[in-house]
C-alpha cells in the first residue's frame, strides 16, 4: 500500500493501532509499566483549554503534521521518575526533556509503523509547554486522533493529526468524523 | 580494560539512561563524556581518546548521520567504534548509517540486555 492508495479511514485505523502500540511499547521497555488504552476518538478543531505538561513532536512526509503526549504535572512527574530512577516532586527541565524524550520515542515508533504504508517520513525535535489554560490547534488540519491511556488513575493521552501532504486527494483524517467519535 | 564512552543525544535524559545501561551490560567503563550534538561531539573528539561513541540521529546544530560522516572521514577517528541508537527504525535509515561505517544501530526504546547484545561483538 503505498501514499497515493491509502484512505483516510485507513489512515485513522492505522495511526490508533499505531500510537496503542507505540506506547505500550515505550512504557513497558523504558519505564517497566504497562499502560492500557481507552477508547480512541477523533477531535476537530482546537484542542483545550489545557493545563499540565504538553509534549509536540513534527512529522513530515507524504502525511504531515504533529504527535504530541499530555499529561498532568504529576503524572508527568511520575514517568520521569520511573524514566531515571530519580524522585522528581514537582516539573522542572529534566521533567520536560524526560517527556521530550519518551515523546520522541514514541510518537518516532509510530511513525515508523506509518512508513511501512506510506513511504519515508521525518520527525522534528520534540517541544515540551508547561502551563495552565493554553488552547492547541494543529495548523491545515481538522482532526487530531486521541488515544487515552489510564495511568494511576489518571489519564494521559497520545494524540496525532495528520493531513496529506497532497491535500487535494484526499483532504484531512478529521474532516470525515465529527468531534468525540468514537472507535472501537 | 577501561573503555572511554561518548555518548551523544541532545536529550539529557538518555545520555542518563545509557550511562545507566552501560554499567548494568558489564561494559568496562573508564570516563564517559557526553555531547548534545554532532559539533559538541567532534569537539569532544579533538580533546579526548574515545574508545566508543553512541550517537542519536535526530539532533540540533549537527545530526548523527553528518556526525558519522565526518569521524569516518578523519583518519584519527575512523577506527572508533560508532553505535546510533534512535527512533528512527526505518530500513532506509539503518541502511545508510551502515553505509556510512556504523558498527551497530540500536532502535529507541531499547534494554540493557539489546545494548550488551549489540556491544558483543564490537568490544572484546
Given at each position: 500500500m503505498t501514499s497515493?492508495?491509502?484512505?483516510?479511514?485507513?489512515?485513522?485505523?492505522?495511526?490508533?493501532?499505531?500510537v496503542k502500540k507505540s506506547t505500550a511499547n515505550v512504557f513497558s521497555t523504558m519505564l517497566g509499566l504497562d499502560v492500557e488504552a481507552g477508547i480512541a476518538i477523533t477531535n476537530s478543531g482546537s484542542q483545550g483549554p489545557t493545563d499540565g505538561v504538553l509534549s509536540l513532536i513534527g512529522l513530515t512526509g507524504p502525511w504531515m503534521g504533529t504527535g504530541s503526549i499530555s499529561c498532568s504535572p504529576q503524572i508527568a512527574c511520575k514517568i520521569s521518575s520511573a524514566l531515571l530512577l530519580t524522585e522528581f516532586g514537582?516539573?522542572?527541565?529534566?521533567?520536560?526533556?524526560?517527556?521530550?524524550?519518551?515523546?520522541?520515542?514514541?510518537i518516532g515508533n509510530v511513525k515508523t509503523m506509518l512508513e511501512e504504508k506510506v513511504g519515508s517520513m521525518g520527525l522534528s525535535i520534540p517541544t515540551v509547554i508547561f502551563g495552565r489554560n493554553f488552547l492547541t490547534k494543529c495548523g491545515g488540519s481538522n482532526g487530531w486522533t486521541v488515544v487515552p491511556f489510564q495511568f494511576d488513575s489518571e489519564t494521559l493521552l497520545v494524540q496525532v493529526c495528520l493531513i496529506q501532504n497532497d491535500a487535494g486527494k484526499q483532504g484531512t483524517v478529521g474532516r470525515l468524523h465529527r468531534s468525540g467519535t468514537d472507535h472501537e | 580494560?577501561?573503555?572511554?564512552?561518548?555518548?551523544?543525544?541532545?536529550?539529557?535524559?538518555?545520555?542518563?539512561?545509557?550511562?545507566?545501561?552501560?554499567i548494568q551490560a558489564e561494559v568496562p567503563l573508564g570516563d564517559v563524556y557526553e555531547a548534545g550534538d554532532g559539533i559538541e561531539a567532534l569537539e569532544c573528539l579533538k580533546n579526548n581518546s574515545v574508545g566508543l561513541i553512541f550517537s542519536d540521529i535526530n539532533?540540533?546544530?549537527?545530526?548523527?548521520?553528518?556526525?558519522?560522516?565526518?569521524?569516518?572521514?578523519?583518519?584519527?577517528?575512523?577506527?572508533?567504534?560508532?553505535?546510533?541508537?534512535?527512533?528512527?527504525?526505518?530500513?532506509?535509515?539503518?541502511?545508510?548509517?551502515?553505509?556510512?561505517?556504523?558498527?551497530?544501530?540500536?532502535?529507541?526504546?531499547?534494554?540493557?540486555?539489546?545494548?550488551?547484545?549489540?556491544?558483543?561483538?564490537?568490544?572484546?
Amino acid at each position: 500500500m503505498t501514499s497515493s492508495t491509502i484512505t483516510i479511514q485507513e489512515m485513522q485505523e492505522l495511526l490508533i493501532h499505531s500510537v496503542k502500540k507505540s506506547t505500550a511499547n515505550v512504557f513497558s521497555t523504558m519505564l517497566g509499566l504497562d499502560v492500557e488504552a481507552g477508547i480512541a476518538i477523533t477531535n476537530s478543531g482546537s484542542q483545550g483549554p489545557t493545563d499540565g505538561v504538553l509534549s509536540l513532536i513534527g512529522l513530515t512526509g507524504p502525511w504531515m503534521g504533529t504527535g504530541s503526549i499530555s499529561c498532568s504535572p504529576q503524572i508527568a512527574c511520575k514517568i520521569s521518575s520511573a524514566l531515571l530512577l530519580t524522585e522528581f516532586g514537582a516539573v522542572d527541565e529534566e521533567v520536560l526533556d524526560a517527556i521530550g524524550e519518551i515523546t520522541n520515542m514514541v510518537i518516532g515508533n509510530v511513525k515508523t509503523m506509518l512508513e511501512e504504508k506510506v513511504g519515508s517520513m521525518g520527525l522534528s525535535i520534540p517541544t515540551v509547554i508547561f502551563g495552565r489554560n493554553f488552547l492547541t490547534k494543529c495548523g491545515g488540519s481538522n482532526g487530531w486522533t486521541v488515544v487515552p491511556f489510564q495511568f494511576d488513575s489518571e489519564t494521559l493521552l497520545v494524540q496525532v493529526c495528520l493531513i496529506q501532504n497532497d491535500a487535494g486527494k484526499q483532504g484531512t483524517v478529521g474532516r470525515l468524523h465529527r468531534s468525540g467519535t468514537d472507535h472501537e | 580494560m577501561a573503555l572511554d564512552v561518548l555518548i551523544v543525544d541532545d536529550s539529557a535524559a538518555i545520555r542518563k539512561i545509557l550511562r545507566r545501561v552501560l554499567i548494568q551490560a558489564e561494559v568496562p567503563l573508564g570516563d564517559v563524556y557526553e555531547a548534545g550534538d554532532g559539533i559538541e561531539a567532534l569537539e569532544c573528539l579533538k580533546n579526548n581518546s574515545v574508545g566508543l561513541i553512541f550517537s542519536d540521529i535526530n539532533m540540533p546544530n549537527m545530526d548523527g548521520i553528518q556526525m558519522l560522516r565526518e569521524i569516518k572521514a578523519n583518519d584519527l577517528w575512523k577506527s572508533i567504534p560508532v553505535v546510533m541508537i534512535s527512533t528512527e527504525g526505518s530500513q532506509a535509515k539503518v541502511m545508510e548509517a551502515v553505509s556510512l561505517g556504523a558498527n551497530g544501530y540500536v532502535r529507541k526504546p531499547f534494554t540493557a540486555d539489546q545494548i550488551k547484545e549489540k556491544l558483543a561483538g564490537i568490544i572484546q
